[in-house]
């Protein structure tokens, strides 16, 4: 008997073991982090989703933007919002790490997505309705070629020349561009080639260019390694 609570001494001056510590593993160039995830921060979901899905997930793919005539019937209205429907439904429903940066950078993504959506189905939606470019985002940086597109006539095809103009001044070879553009100019639906090339390399490239980037990566990367207790490199 004595023994026995000897033993149960011995046993009840131990803790309890640990909740097992979760690992996550991410490459950065050529350097694998091998770390351990602070568990009063986030969960290995929480790492994840902070990692890939909110960062560095694919962006939309369903097409928007025309080359030649004949992909405007593959530029789908309803294939756009689907997509756009699911992207947003995703990333509302995903747990993030907690603390106010995560949350914002949350929210930041989705109203990236949001402005990304809505730009692209009014790309479409112009082809044909060309007013559907006003009120959008960066309507005011790229007003040259919305009321170009809005227009039409004279002022859409002097847009359409510049475009190749300023494509030609930069080419090495100009030769094969001068005789597409004169193809196209002299074809039956030369101002509908000019609405695909105007809302393309005009209006879409200004958008880009005005385009910011919707967080910060250097700060993203500080506050990701905070979610870690300890961080192992192995670069090869």
Known sequence: MKNLVVIVFFLASFSPLSKAQEVFEWYEGSCLSIAVIDSSKA????????????????????????????????????????????????????EYPKGDY?????????????????????????????????????????????????????????AWKELHEKEVAGALDP????????????????????RIEVLRYGWWNCILENQTAWFNENQYHREFKKLMTSIQLECH
């Open 175 to 194: 030769d094969p561009i001068n005789k597409a553009f004169e193809q196209h100019w002299n074809a039956p639906d030369k101002e509908l080639w000019a």
């Open 43 to 94: 969960n290995y979901q929480q790492v994840q989703n902070a990692h890939y899905t909110l960062v560095q997930s694919s962006e939309l793919s369903q097409p928007f933007l025309a080359y030649q005539p004949k992909d405007t019937a593959y530029l789908k209205i309803k294939s756009i919002r689907f997509e756009c429907h699911n992207f947003v439904t995703e990333l509302e429903q995903m």
């Open 102 to 158: 995560w949350a914002n950078l949350k929210k930041m993504r989705l109203e990236n997505i949001r402005e990304q959506c809505l730009l692209r189905e009014k790309a479409v939606i112009a082809l044909n309705q060309p007013k559907a470019l006003k009120g959008t985002p960066y309507c005011k940086e790229c007003s040259y070629y919305v009321n170009a597109l809005e227009k039409g006539g004279k002022t859409l095809l002097n």
